[in-house]
């Protein structure tokens, strides 16, 4: 008998061997070094590191697939800007391993399933095109003409194009991007569900409200110019490395660095820059001037704390607010502060679990200072009130003038390397009417104007079969998206399930009646076409679109791009339907910057731009105080605290990343700076609440949520005592996502909840 879908799509509950050390004190340095040497030599064949190293993040090389953090014009090594996790990243992508025919024939799809994520990465490329026939154990090899007419026939044979769902992952270059929307709407629908959704999504729901643009304001170049720095949600050590030598450049122009986080992160705290040898000699740079070990989803409650103090002194001595900004630039000033008025500061600090010492240093930096840049991630996007959290910030900023001026501003710092790319070229379920007209314009179909399905609904639309073809342009949905049993459920009722992918992953193993995997060329290698080796274009946190080429040969004459991928199925799709002329993009990916620079802003002369210069910037409003939102000025905006409240056995639960993980791809076992070591079931604890409960270090428990009257359950975790507020707990992503509740999401955006799961511990 086959498993069931919930089986095979939750991670295998059983233990590696678990080792823990005390969190080091530094990071990055010469292990770094090591530990990327260690893992490069193991997976790739020694020319292609070196190809590698030479053209990643280089002008005229490729795009580093790792994070969407941008390059320094200046001062490149000539080796490239080194970065752990983006040769982690390529070592993963340019394995010399691949898998085809012969793997499938060998191992059943459910035994597959039985694989530790860690394993199914491990086992190679994807090679071939592959077909999961309905009710057969294995996958077979398939031609891509038969793939393309097997996704046309199912697509054309729905009641209604809503009935399909088109995924996309935040690594699609604008190219591919740009078609595969295209392609998506002239079949009829907006389903265009993204990584997004589950990710920025709150940040730019917030920021196009409150500014007028759903991305950051800053540039690098503020970065280095800023005099406080707030890194708040973030774990940049592990998730976005490069970043830190931008905050050692802030710190050595003067600049003070704010760290608000509820885990004492290594990299916040100390770093040594490899790009420097002499820092590696002497040992590093501190990076954090102050640690702010906040509770859980305590944000909110600090920033009004901050809000109150800031209000009181100006009311007392002026000259703590930009009235000038204030006056020209923004609205909603008065009911804000009336209703800032309506909050208690001790109830505010309290709520925030922020001791009264530590908040006046982060009073007194704000007070004194008035270029300030706020940079977050998942630790702010990933609640209910996850829009408060950063609209909140927005109030802050606002109030100090700090915004669309040199050294202050904005910066959410994006996740997948070209998410953000993806949004700007109109994969997007909810896209502005402006940009539907100007597809209508240029191709002449009419777009649907339906609101389509975000990531969570899409999974209730194939849960209720109103939905029931799944295609994912890249990405690992299954293990990706909250409540992990009901999406299983969701997936296997679907009648065909697509998956555009490189390497194997668990969305390949929980499948639709049907499935297909269609292997993809990666970023690092080269693709051949019709006029040449092609060139893309992918745009990073900082709005800066950038070319990029692959240098390795692919690692299997039978992959093609996603480019190539979008072209076949929209021409089996839409063959006689169509006014496009679909084959003829992939020949010539000029042509589909052409048609972008016609419908998208701000990409004027695309071609030219990409190849004369390193990188344009697009434009953006609030960078210079235009702020085109409703009200046509920067809007303060009235957010209240969170209302949830534990009761006695409760824990509040973050689901995180390790240092060793991309999302759902698992490049090792360890988790070197909290000191955890060849085990990913863990969860991290206060200590005293570990005595309240009886626990011991490595003892073995359950953990449960409920939410809304329904249980969820993950089975086999090793407590391990650490330095984290009391009252919450954190676990790794994606061990813990059965326990994330899909109806736990952020308002307006839709975010999933995930880094507020209110759990108990349960004992076996
Ligand atoms: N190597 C590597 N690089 C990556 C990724 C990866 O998995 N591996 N993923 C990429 C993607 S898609 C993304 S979105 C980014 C993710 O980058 P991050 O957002 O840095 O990733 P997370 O591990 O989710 O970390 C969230 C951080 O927020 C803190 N936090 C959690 N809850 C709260 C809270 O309520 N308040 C505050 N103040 N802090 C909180 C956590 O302690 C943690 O330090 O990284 C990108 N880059
Ligand atoms: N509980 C919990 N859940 C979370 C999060 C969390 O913090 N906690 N974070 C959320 C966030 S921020 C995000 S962004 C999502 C990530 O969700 P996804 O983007 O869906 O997941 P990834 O793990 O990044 O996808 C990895 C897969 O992408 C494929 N791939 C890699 N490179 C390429 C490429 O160049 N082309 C193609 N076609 N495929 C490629 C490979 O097959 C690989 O297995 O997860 C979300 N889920
Ligand atoms: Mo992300």
Known sequence: MSSSPEDKAKTPEKFQNLKTTLPPKNSVGFTSIKVVLGQVSKYMKPSDVLKISAKINQKGGFDCPGCAWPDPDDERSSLGEFCENGMKAMAEEAQNKTIGETFFQKHSVDELASWSDFEIGKSGRLSEPMFLAEGASHYQPISWKAAFNKVAT???????????????????TNEAAFLYQLFVREFGTSNLPDCSNMCHEASG????????IGKGSVTLDDLYKAEVVMVIGQNPATNHPRMLTALEKCKSNGGKIIAINPLPEAGLIKFTNPQNPLKLLT??????????????????AFIKALLIKLLEKEELSGGVFDKDFINDFTFGYQNFISDLKTYNFEDCLKASGVSKAIFDDVFNLILNNNKIIICWAMGLTQHQNAVDNIRELVNLLLLKGSIGKEGAGTC???GHSNVQGDRTVGIWESAPQA????????????PSTKHGYSVIDSIKAMYEERANVFFGMGGNFISAVPDTAYAAQAISNCNLTVHVSTKLNRSHLVTGKEALILPCLGRSEKDYQKTGIQVQSVENSMGIVSSTKGVLEPCSDKLISEVAVVCGVANATLQGKTKINWLQY?????????????????????????KESSGFYLPNGARVRQFKTKTGKANFTINKLPEWKLKDDELIMMTIRSHDQFNTTIYGLNDRYRGIYNERRIIFMNREDMETRGLKEQQIVNLKSEFNGVIRKANNFKVVGYDIPKNCCATYFPETNVLVPLDSFAHTAKTPASKSVIITIEII
Do not use: W
């Open 154 to 172: 199912h697509l054309n044979k729905l009641n209604n194009p809503d009935e399909a769902v088109f995924y996309t992952s935040g690594r699609t």
């Open 205 to 212: 729901s917030a920021l196009s409200e409150t500014l007028g």
């Open 435 to 446: 940009f539907l007209d100007k597809i209508e314009a240029k191709y002449g179909f009419k």
């Open 586 to 610: 992939k020949d010539d990916y000029n042509l589909v910057r052409n048609d972008i620079q016609e419908v998208v802003d701000g990409f004027e002369n695309y071609n030219t731009k990409l």
């Open 283 to 300: 040992g590093g740079t501190k990076i954090a001037d102050i640690f702010v070990p906040i509770t859980i989803n305590g944000d909110v």
């Open 412 to 414: 959410p710092v994006r």
